[in-house]
């Protein structure tokens, strides 16, 4: 007979229930020690389950998985929101129960968890990302320190992070204030722009010893943030090098998309499009597919969805990059939707043309063609002739 297993996994406290498809076991309770849930395997196992459907609470399902993914389980991540849909459900019936109950009679929808290589690139990428947040942060830091020394440099300089910044914050933090000494860390071209003696008094500042301090806390911070991004890259770039260099090259040949965009790219969605039915579905678990909220033919909202929200992020910057490249379809469809667009709602449309096209790249193991994108259907082109037909017709009725 066919056994079941639903957890309902909390911090402190794991709780396990098992349901043959006519009685349920006790539900027993775990704690999340590995030992323990070790142990829960075992019994799991001495009591012949095959299949355990776990609920997705915040990172605490993780450890849970990764033990019993290694033990030879069947595993299925659940999120917590299609549970709470199902009917039937009673306020007595427990959690872990209910779970093992809907697992045995197929009703459950399991989340994506990708390979153990993906999930490895995935904790390199996302952590790339938190500490690019960070550099930003540390860079703002010590721009207030340096106006709150009087120093309005930054003022002439596009960006903070560039060299004759942080030459002039490290030699401050030595000890140097001379404006005649710390002009010479500027750029000519900077110096030349903006005449040397603006330059001079934008220098000249009241620094004091806690000011000097604080500089050299935060420079030294941003120091480790460099260093641990680039760790984070070389990691990701050894995996890609090594399991997935053919669909690293494939999406490298989208405008936009940089080496460590392409890299972001397979880590959150892991290289397999086979886990996607279609180019929709992909573009809908993303967040990039608008929201389909219409009642009584009238449409509420067209705003996007909630997704995977690193990979959105990414897209819209390889979307921004993208529409600003010279030659590029992108381009030149961004120019045309905003129009009749706002730029944002242009650069979303622009986010999800390329999710579609990564999606067709990836299942169809094909670089990338600008050439087959545009192609207009017969429906679409007569959509477009009667629309210019209307466009005419109201222009002549306004003369």
């Excluded at 196992?45 to 993780?62: K, L």
Aim: glycine letters at 6%; one cysteine or more; a positive charge.
């Amino acid at each position: 007979m066919k056994k079941t297993c639903g957890l309902d996994v909390h911090k402190d406290t794991i709780f396990c229930g098992v349901y043959n498809g006519e009685t349920h076991n006790e539900v027993k309770e775990y704690s999340t020690l590995t030992d323990s849930i070790r142990s829960m395997g075992k019994d799991l196992q001495s009591e012949d389950v095959e299949e355990v459907a776990i609920e997705s609470t915040g990172i605490y399902w993780i450890p849970v998985w990764n033990i019993l993914e290694e033990m030879g389980f069947k595993l299925i991540l659940v999120n917590p929101y299609l549970i709470k849909q199902m009917p039937g459900r009673k306020s007595d019936v427990k959690d872990a129960q209910w779970i093992a109950t809907l697992l045995h009679k197929g009703l459950l929808r399991g989340s994506l968890v990708p390979s153990p290589t993906i999930r490895e690139l995935r904790s390199y990428s996302r952590k790339y990302m938190k500490l690019q947040h960070r550099q930003t942060s540390v860079l703002q830091e010590m721009d207030r320190i340096l106006i709150m020394c009087s120093i309005r440099i930054t003022s002439f300089v596009g960006n903070i992070s560039a060299k004759s910044i942080l030459n002039v914050v490290e030699q401050i933090i030595h000890g140097i204030t001379d404006p005649e000494v710390l002009i010479d860390s500027i750029h000519g071209r900077i110096v030349n722009k903006h005449k040397r003696e603006k330059i001079l008094q934008s220098l000249t500042g009241y620094i004091t010893p806690h000011h000097q301090f604080l500089l050299g806390q935060a420079f030294e911070e941003y120091q480790l943030v460099i260093r641990q991004i680039t760790s984070c890259l070389d990691m990701m770039q050894d995996i890609c090098n090594q399991d997935f260099k053919k669909q690293h090259e494939l999406l490298m040949t989208i405008p936009g998309v940089s080496n460590t965009s392409a890299m972001i790219l397979i880590a959150e969605t892991g290289a397999d499009m086979l886990a996607f039915e279609n180019s929709s579905k992909f573009s809908g678990w993303i967040g990039l597919r608008p929201r389909n909220d219409e009642s009584a033919g009238k449409y509420k909202s067209t705003a996007i969805t909630k997704g995977n929200k690193y990979l959105k992020s990414i897209l819209v910057q390889i979307a921004w990059a993208a529409s600003r490249t010279k030659g590029s379809y992108f381009k030149e469809k961004f120019t045309r939707l905003s129009i009749r667009k706002t730029r944002r709602k242009a650069l979303i449309a622009i986010a999800r043309k390329i999710a579609v096209l990564m999606w067709s790249m990836l299942h169809y193991e094909q670089c990338y063609n600008p050439a087959r994108l545009i192609i207009y259907e017969p429906g679409k082109v007569d959509a477009k002739v009667k629309y210019h037909q209307r466009e005419i017709e109201r222009l002549e009725k306004l003369l």
